[in-house]
Nanobody, 118 residues
Framework: QVQLVESGGGLVQAGESLRLSCAAS????????VAWYRQAPGKQRELVAS???????NYVDSVKARFTISRDNAKNTVYLQMNSLKPEDTAVYYC????????????WGQGTQVTVSS
């Protein structure tokens, strides 16, 4: 059974940083497109950032220049470095993996809460 396990969430003040981690148990991340999504209370889940098999990076406009997605193949872990956090970044952050290659298997983590106080 595929498991994606997120960690690194927490409560921080505006302007501070957090790094989220997503580790996979039975899939190899470098064969997948891996993304971070977030869902704030009362809002739809939105794509925050993604990294493809070929290391193409994509970000939602609201996090560009503040967030960085990366992948460590040796650790089979994807990270989301979040700097200059704002209260509007408060949400549950989910890791998602689609693949392998062009296949459409779709896996989700359980989510990790990020709360940014003003």
């Amino acid at each position: 059974q595929v498991q994606l396990v997120e960690s690194g969430g927490g409560l921080v003040q505006a302007g501070e940083s957090l790094r989220l981690s997503c580790a996979a148990s039975t899939i190899t991340f470098r064969l997948y497109t891996v993304a971070w999504y977030r869902q704030a209370p009362g809002k739809q889940r939105e794509l925050v950032a993604s990294i493809s098999r070929s290391d193409t990076l994509n970000y939602v406009d609201s996090v560009k220049a503040r967030f960085t997605i990366s992948r460590d193949n040796a650790k089979n872990t994807v990270y989301l470095q979040m700097n200059s956090l704002k209260p509007e970044d408060t949400a549950v952050y989910y890791c998602n993996a689609v693949g392998p290659y062009t296949m459409t298997n779709n896996y989700w983590g359980q989510g990790t809460q990020v709360t940014v106080s003003s």
